[in-house]
């Protein structure tokens, strides 16, 4: 495999939801000052990538996805000049920076949507998606376009008197789609992309974006109807009740991504490719055509040879589809070894894989699996192939805080309240000691501290070896030492189909080096085989590095990391 200028294949990537990680200022909201203070942390962790959540100017109706200027900081968060230094200093522990970047839709308060709902016959019309009320009887504002609904609750179009029309909005009214096929579009949201990719010491900018929301950028051209979704409940999101077929995942979306890749590609330099991150949420076959397709790569020697490729193509789309199904999966052996082998099948040739056990979006992972199994799924998620990419906290165990009703910060949940929808209690602030607010502010945090966040803090397990702490950081030193974790193949993933056992297994090798995977989901010790080889760490902190030959007996959620020989 060649990973020369690759640094994303050997990466680790943390994320960090800016308003929660630490506050520099007392305001009780985390900011880019108080990240810089913190980055000694993440490069002692062992991690080589930050992503960093909006911190644009916002209304904050959506807590920075609302963006209305894309080539700033909004004071909440710092300056431009807090950003530089962030940067620089990221740069200088030798942690790359990817930024959160927001093209499906703007804030309202943003100029260009100012002046798109200003009139009809604006020159920024046609930025956004307006359309007439449909034919009939009643009060323009009640006859929908169509019945395209919001991922946070009702329809998808909001009525402007002004103008007489409708605007859509894939998520809050405050949030207005962009229009893609706009080509002007298009130029202004890359020019925002080079800002950042320019912005910072010596011209050096950030290393990559995370694009929100990818798969959503392009609407159907004729504003058809979805269909419905048979499986739709009524105690459920009012999103569900039609499938998304008119309004996600639309075929012209993939022309989009290889752009904005051209784009990133046209800024690697020594330091590396430029990486691209989708977020996207799609079963594996729909998720791998976002790689992109083949497209020769082309000689640069100084001589006119633009019409000679070299011998290996290139994917044209995101390096990093986003592949959340270790989340959405069933918490057994067979059906995250079967996940293991379908995603690994469905692959393009030169495509990387990735797995993510947690964002700002979903159920803390300790939580969703308990604080023991946990452990076991780190080890999980920092062994199999690909890059895996940590949610600020997790590496501590921190699990969903409670939220008073009266205290509630999220729309989605404040939109459908009652059904879960809320993303607030994986949100809480980052636990670093056991002082007061956690060591997170000196004044009040905007989501409360979590009652039990002594038991879970850097200060308190930075002093147990034997916590979740300590086990990320054996993790990610083992990736660094052996290559077979890092770039190696896997193989022999085991058990498949129906198999209640429920040891995991799976081989990574590199050459000579061959590492045996062997995690024990269930509830009870179990046997599993393993040739001759060295245990180099188990999720137990009390078993000895010792010698296995034939078999190990595993505790109940163990897992262990066995270096064959």
């Not at 807590?63 to 962030?86: E, I, K, M, Q, T």
Request: glycine residues 8%; hydrophobic residues 40%.
């Amino acid at each position: 495999m060649d990973t020369q200028d690759k640094w994303w294949q050997k990466a680790v990537v943390y994320q960090i939801y800016p308003r929660s990680f630490q506050d520099s200022n007392g305001d009780g909201v985390g900011d880019l000052a108080g990240i810089v203070s913190r980055l000694g942390y993440l490069a002692g962790l062992g991690v080589d990538a930050l992503w960093v959540s909006p911190f644009y100017p916002s209304p904050m109706a959506d807590f920075g996805y609302d963006v209305a200027d894309y080539c700033n900081v909004d004071p909440l968060f710092g300056s431009l000049a807090d950003f530089d230094a962030l940067i620089a200093r990221a740069h200088a522990l030798g942690l790359k920076f990817i930024l959160d970047f927001v093209p499906n839709h703007t804030s309202d308060q943003h100029p260009w949507f100012i002046e798109s709902r200003s009139s009809r016959d604006n020159p920024k019309r046609d930025w956004y998606l307006w359309r007439d009320p449909a034919s009939g009887d009643g009060p323009a504002e009640t006859r929908l376009p169509n019945n395209w609904m919001s991922h946070f609750g009702g329809p998808a179009w909001t009525f402007d008197s002004d103008t007489g029309q409708f605007y859509m909005h894939s998520f809050l009214a405050q949030q207005p789609d962009l229009n893609w096929r706009n080509r002007e579009v298009r130029a202004a949201i890359f020019s925002a992309m080079r800002f950042w990719l320019e912005r910072g010491p010596g011209g050096r900018g950030v290393d990559g974006f995370r694009m929100d929301v990818l798969w959503l950028l392009i609407k159907d051209e004729l504003f058809r109807d979805n269909p419905p979704n048979p499986g739709w409940q009524e105690d459920s999101s009012s999103f569900g009740r039609s499938l998304p077929l008119y309004t996600a995942n639309r075929p012209e979306t993939h022309q989009i991504v290889a752009e904005m890749r051209s784009l990133l590609d046209s800024y690697s330099d020594s330091a590396g490719e430029r990486l691209m991150i989708g977020e996207i949420y799609l079963p594996i076959d729909e998720l791998v055509q976002y790689y992109g397709s083949s497209v020769p790569v082309l000689r640069s020697d100084g001589r006119d040879l633009t019409n000679v490729a070299i011998t290996s193509p290139r994917l044209n789309g995101a390096q990093l589809p986003f592949n959340f199904h270790l989340i959405q999966a069933p918490w057994k052996a067979s059906a995250i070894g079967q996940l293991i082998r379908d995603y690994e099948a469905a692959m393009p040739p030169g495509a990387w894989p990735n797995w993510v056990l947690g964002n700002h979006d979903q159920t803390r992972l300790a939580t969703r699996v308990g604080p023991e199994l946990a452990r076991t799924a780190a080890m999980l998620l920092l062994t199999l192939r690909g890059t895996p990419t940590l949610y600020y906290g997790d590496e501590l165990g921190m699990t969903d805080g409670i939220i008073p009703q009266d205290e509630i910060q999220d729309p989605a949940e404040k939109n459908q309240p009652g059904i879960g929808m809320g993303r607030d209690p994986e949100r809480t602030p980052m636990q670093w000691d056991n002082s007061a607010s956690a060591g997170f502010t000196t004044g009040s945090p905007w989501l409360p501290i979590a009652h039990d966040f002594r038991l879970h803090t850097v200060e308190t397990e930075d002093r147990d070896h034997a916590s979740m702490l300590s086990l990320y950081r054996g993790l990610l030193a083992l990736r660094r030492e052996h290559t077979a974790l890092l770039l190696g193949e896997i193989y022999d993933v085991t058990p498949a189909g129906d198999s209640e056992f429920p040891v995991l297994a799976y081989r990574r090798s590199d050459g000579a080096e061959r590492i045996q995977l062997l995690l024990n989901l269930g509830e009870e010790p179990q046997t599993a085989s393993c040739l001759a080889g060295r245990i180099l760490l188990s999720t137990n902190a009390s078993r000895a590095p010792v010698r296995v030959s034939g078999g190990v007996t595993l505790d109940p959620r163990e897992g262990v990391i066995v270096l064959l020989d």
